[in-house]
């Protein structure tokens, strides 16, 4: 079946940057857009950006410009997401999404990942 | 890009119908098809519940239906159920070329 599995929670420091990944599986990567979300405790869902593993092509929500980088990796079907300059405001479950083409949607979701960032 | 309008909480009896509504501009909402739906439950991701403003994926209940009317979109939940009290959010495709979420709304199943 269809999967999103992202890597584990992760602590940083203030200033750090921190990597997270999605890996997918039961279907074909390049096919899909992957989109990345965040939610900050006890807040709503905030866009960060998105990329197309086919080209690598990618378009980051204008909040996170300059300090968000997505990658992917098509030889192991897994997307990353790279947020450098890291402050307590980034403390948040990161999701990764598949939309399936032309849709606009986001069908399948990762479990998410937990950044916290703390002194 | 701002984010997209929602009244903070709603809430229906058993069987009842409550209806969420997610206020845009002409830039967003009201210029493309793109407008979906999700449904998250504490602790949980979220799960899409309507696409292209109207459509339910395979699984989604019948009962959860879309609409949209200018810059509002909104979101029925008919023959309220238990199980469909969580946090819906709406979702919007930008003139910016990129996504805007709503700000959630709580919905109280009493």
């Known amino acids: 079946q269809v999967q999103l599995v992202q890597s584990g929670a992760e602590v940083k420091k203030p200033g750090a940057s921190v990597k997270v990944s999605c890996k997918t599986s039961?279907?074909?990567?390049?096919?899909?857009?992957i989109h990345w979300v965040r939610q900050a405790p006890g807040q709503g869902l905030e866009y960060m950006g998105c990329?197309?593993?086919?080209?690598?092509?990618?378009r980051y929500a204008q909040n996170f410009q300059g300090r968000v980088t997505m990658t992917r990796d098509t030889s192991i079907t897994t997307a990353y997401m790279d947020l450098s300059r890291l402050t307590s405001d980034d403390t948040a479950m990161y999701y990764c999404?598949?939309?399936?083409?032309?849709?606009?949607?986001?069908?399948?979701w990762g479990q998410g990942t937990m950044v916290t960032v703390s002194s | 890009q701002s984010a997209l309008t929602q009244p903070p909480s709603a809430s229906g009896s058993p069987g009842q119908s409550v209806t969420i509504s997610c206020t845009g501009t002409?830039?967003?909402?009201?210029?493309?098809?793109?407008v979906s739906w999700y449904q998250q439950h504490p602790g949980k991701a979220p799960k899409l519940m309507i696409y292209?403003?109207?459509k339910r994926p395979s699984g989604v209940p019948d009962r959860f239906s879309g609409s949209r009317s200018g810059n509002t979109a909104s979101l029925t939940v008919s023959g309220l159920q238990a199980e469909d009290e969580a946090d819906y959010y709406c979702?919007?495709?930008?003139?910016?070329?990129?996504?805007?979420f709503g700000t959630g709304t709580k919905v109280t199943v009493l």
């Open positions: 999404a598949r939309e399936p083409p032309d849709t606009g949607a986001f069908d399948i």
């Open positions: 039961g279907y074909i990567f390049t096919g899909y857009y």
């Open positions: 990329i197309h593993p086919n080209s690598g092509g990618t």
């Open positions: 002409r830039s967003d909402v009201g210029a493309y098809n793109f």
């Open positions: 292209d403003v109207t």
């Open positions: 979702n919007s495709y930008a003139r910016s070329k990129n996504y805007v």
